[in-house]
């Protein structure tokens, strides 16, 4: 039987706009391209990919704001202007959320690294699995199936 999964919250910074996941994430992730060192002003953004029917919109609401182009649909508060979330057309089966701004972003460490042939000399993370770009489309099942086995195992203490 599989452990249940209590709904999780979150917030932007000033906490105008809040959602919610009520699924645990398919997988975790870091992006050290430059794109996200600039929207994050950081070394690399965090993000976690949940279902998209798990994920919602609690309160407020978010605009798209650090355009890519048509591709990607980067969401912020309108108010703080945090990048909370991204969606992907055509890849509408999950929701890329700033893990970060979950309420206990603890448990999520990302789990693969990607844009590391971008990555600053001195940035590390924790991550399982490094791709210079992103993982060929091939990979992902694979590291799905990986990450939920790694995900239970940490819930476990294993």
């Known amino acids: 039987m599989k452990p249940s999964f209590s709904p999780l919250s979150g917030a932007c910074r000033c906490g105008r ?3 919610e996941v009520s ?4 997988i975790t992730m870091a992006c050290h391209c430059r794109g996200c060192q600039r929207m994050s002003a950081s070394a ?3 993000s976690a990919a949940f279902p998209t029917q798990a994920f919602r919109v609690t309160q407020g609401e ?3 704001g650090g ?3 048509d591709d990607v649909h ?3 508060c309108p108010h703080c202007m945090s990048w909370m979330f991204t969606r992907i057309p055509g890849m509408d089966m999950f929701v890329n959320v700033r893990s970060s701004l979950l309420n206990d972003p603890q448990p999520f460490a990302p789990f693969i690294e990607s844009w590391t042939s971008e990555k600053l000399r001195w940035a590390s993370t924790p991550a399982v699995h490094s791709y210079a770009q ?21 819930e476990r203490g294993i």
């Open 17 to 19: 706009v809040r959602f």
């Open 23 to 26: 699924a645990p994430p398919l």
């Open 44 to 46: 690399f953004s965090l």
């Open 62 to 64: 978010a605009i798209i």
């Open 67 to 69: 355009l890519h182009g």
């Open 74 to 76: 980067h969401y912020c």
């Open 134 to 154: 992103f993982p060929p489309m091939e990979a992902y099942e694979a590291l799905l199936l990986e990450y939920e086995e790694f995900r239970t195992k940490q």
